[in-house]
């Protein structure tokens, strides 16, 4: 029996002292007067040190952070698809990877408004070095994807991961969240790594990856967002990437992107369950009789499918594609002046001179459209 005590959320009996132990932290703190403004701190605390539960935690805190989010740096959620998804049961979440911490609280937000099961969420610890956003991770029912470790300490650490997904789907009964990549989409282009599944499936005991990948009752999610308000903070990396240049990120750059994406602009959002993956896409990609490393790369290429499809592309997207390849392919997708206001966001953020800057920050917008069109093209 593996211990999980590494990488494992709160119980809920440790849920009141973690709760009364940072309640006053000035970052929580900031936190709790954001999502209820019109009570005393008294009030808050008060409140919050009544939870009992992660559960209760989520609802009575958490629930109405997201929803402060939403009110003050969106133009609103939409979402699509969770109607056919079944109450009382688990299920994996496999999600395209765009905001640190937003990306699974709008997924909870909407599970528990369609009264499903939410989920335990997978968060690199290297993004709650503080204390204080440990403690908050493991109060939201976030677990520990170790970082940085030598081979041999993450093939051992990846088997205990994926023996804890394990667990949490078949034993606790619990749904799971999981990014299909490691670390956020930085370019637009969502891409499932072979590598994130191969961990997951080391879960599978006895079984084959197929028969066990089809009990997991996969569900991919695409989560769009018309605007990123990191965008600018992403470009440094990207850059360097495109320069082939080693990136290092800044002491504080994770954190100031959690901030950011809170906090900034976000225009619409729009949330998407791309529907279960049924049994018969495993039975068909087993009896294609074709190696281990080929599996994962068709299921990984089904999930991407599925994203795809279902990812909502806003004007901005359009606009984007357009500008970059300098022509008017989807000029009835947006208005003379959605165009000119993106006009403005593109000269506020890079500098015009520099082309190959320009061209990053465009296939930033236009990349969610790239892949669409390939998803149609390849159907045809």
């Avoid at 056919?84 to 999600?95: A, K, V």
Wanted: glycine share 4%; charged share 30%.
């Amino acid at each position: 029996m593996q211990d999980f005590e590494d990488i494992r959320f709160y119980k809920d009996e440790e849920v009141e002292e973690a709760l009364r132990q940072y309640v006053k932290h000035p970052m929580v703190k900031a936190l709790l007067q954001f999502t209820f403004p019109e009570k005393e701190f008294s009030e808050i605390e008060e409140l919050v040190i009544q939870c009992r539960s992660i559960r209760d935690f989520q609802t009575r805190v958490i629930y109405h952070s997201v929803d402060m989010v939403l009110e003050k740096s969106t133009e609103g959620l939409t979402y699509s698809g969770f109607d056919s998804l079944e109450e009382d049961q688990s299920y994996f979440f496999i999600s395209n990877h765009r905001d640190i911490i937003l990306d699974t609280s709008l997924l909870n937000y909407t599970l528990y408004d369609h009264n499903l099961v939410m989920t335990a969420s997978a968060i690199g610890d290297n993004l709650v070095k503080k204390p204080f956003l440990l403690a908050l991770s493991k109060l939201n029912r976030n677990f520990l994807v170790l970082r940085g470790l030598g081979p041999r300490e993450m093939l051992k650490s990846s088997l205990k991961l994926s023996e804890y997904i394990r667990k949490l789907l078949f034993q606790d009964k619990r749904s799971v969240w999981m990014a299909q990549r490691e670390g956020r989409t930085k370019d637009g282009s969502d891409h499932t790594q072979q590598g994130v599944l191969k961990m997951i499936a080391m879960g599978k005991k006895d079984l084959s990856l197929c028969e066990y990948f089809s009990k997991l009752k996969i569900v991919p999610v695409a989560i769009s967002y018309e605007f990123d308000p990191t965008d600018i903070l992403k470009m440094p990396e990207i850059m360097a990437k495109r320069m082939k240049e080693t990136y290092v990120k800044s002491a504080n750059e994770d954190f100031n992107s959690i901030m950011q994406g809170a906090l900034g602009q976000k225009g619409r959002i729009h949330i998407s369950a791309c529907g279960l993956m049924e049994d018969k896409i495993f039975s068909d990609i087993e009896a294609q009789q074709i190696s281990v490393n080929d599996q994962l790369k068709v299921v990984a290429e089904k999930i991407d499918q599925k994203i795809y499809e279902n990812y909502m592309l806003w004007p901005a997207n359009y606009i984007a594609y357009d500008l970059l390849n300098n022509h008017e392919k989807y000029a009835s997708k947006y208005s003379d002046k959605q165009k000119r206001q993106f006009e403005r966001r593109l000269m506020r953020r890079v500098d015009l001179k520099n082309a190959l800057e320009v061209n990053s920050y465009l296939l930033m917008y236009a990349n969610p459209v790239v892949n669409k069109e390939g998803l149609y093209e390849s159907k045809s």
